[in-house]
């Protein structure tokens, strides 16, 4: 399971930029072409963050569907596979959406002094 891996990788980058302060929610972007499960990282997420700044956080994830532009006639379509026929019958598309991972915001504890 690479998500575990991911996951880390995704709880060290929001601690760097919490600076230090409690982590109340986390939004990723994660495309359905991506190979990666957002369900395992979902399961993953509380374990990672286990002792951190992070514990507790709301994981929110927002799955992007795969979108593909055609070479030949410059339609663009949905696809649910990292490759796909166009209704023209090429077989020359580019993946244009969904093969994203990205943190797309982090919310932070504001303390009021």
Do not use: W
């Not at 499960?37 to 993953?44: E, L, T, Y």
């Not at 509380?46 to 339609?75: F, H, N, S, V, Y």
């Amino acid at each position: 399971m690479h998500e575990l891996g991911i996951t880390q990788n995704i709880i060290a980058i929001v601690r760097e930029n919490a600076q230090g302060k409690k982590v109340q929610r986390v939004l990723l972007e994660i495309g359905q072409l991506s190979a990666i499960m957002p369900d395992a990282i979902k399961f993953c997420f509380d374990i990672c963050a286990k002792d951190t700044i992070i514990e507790g956080a709301i994981l929110e994830i927002l799955e992007i569907p795969g979108m593909a532009k055609c070479r030949q006639c410059g339609k663009t379509f949905y696809v649910d596979k990292p490759f796909g026929i166009c209704e023209c019958g090429s077989l020359q598309i580019e993946i244009i959406n969904g093969e994203e991972l990205k943190i797309k915001e982090i919310e932070v504890e504001e303390l009021c002094v």
